[in-house]
């Protein structure tokens, strides 16, 4: 597993109004979706492109567009929703996924309680938005649901992580070629599995309380 932590100063200052308690939930999505968008440019530096001609007013020239098939980006519900925006538009041709999960907050087990993926995977390159990877079992288990469909080329981008999550989701997914981009690695998790210092519970923030 490849881990890539994107320490930019504007992605170090976005995450500290972001973590703010007093930071106010119209504020939190703005930069939720501002700090996808930086995170995405790292996160797909390794998509699959190709050729194609052009002609420019001056002279002919060969670029390269978004290869075939199109790139898939799988939000994981409800939190992740707040980062599909940034990232489509980065990559508008992609499609998109879905995969919703919650944890259960006794236990920290993630439950599926949605799934909207293609059958085959195989050939697609996968991105999995999550702004947080606290234990790793949310994140684990929906990359496993790629893995099964057959995806190969898995890439997770998420905003905080946490030492612990980290190791976890290495060792639970030993021998399979995976990608994380993340914008912090804080110092660790607390006894309720929140990540410290973090931002407090990123789908209340965006969202609200259910
Ligand atoms: C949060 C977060 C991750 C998960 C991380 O979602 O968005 O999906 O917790 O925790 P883990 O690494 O210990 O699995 P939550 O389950 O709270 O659901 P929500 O997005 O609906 O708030
Ligand atoms: N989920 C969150 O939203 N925040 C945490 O710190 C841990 C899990």
Known sequence: MRVHVADHPLITHKLTVLRDVNTPSPVFRALV?????????EGTR????????IVTPVAPTTGVRIA???PLIVPILRAGLGMLEGMVKLLPSA????????RDEETLEPTTYAERLPDDLSDRQCFVLDPMLATGGSLSAAI????????TDVTAICILAAP??????????????????????DERLNE???????LGDAGDRLYGTV
């Open 33 to 41: 979706e501002e700090l996808m968008t930086l995170l995405a440019y």
């Open 46 to 53: 390794g998509v699959r492109v190709e050729p194609v001609d």
């Open 68 to 70: 075939e098939p199109r």
């Open 95 to 102: 499609e998109v996924g879905f995969l919703g999960m919650a």
């Open 144 to 151: 496993r649901f790629l893995l099964e469909r057959g995806a």
């Open 164 to 185: 612990e999550g980290l190791t976890a989701v290495e060792q639970s997914l030993e021998g399979h070629e995976v990608s994380i981009v993340v914008g912090a690695v």
């Open 192 to 198: 309720h599995g929140y990540i410290v210092p973090g």
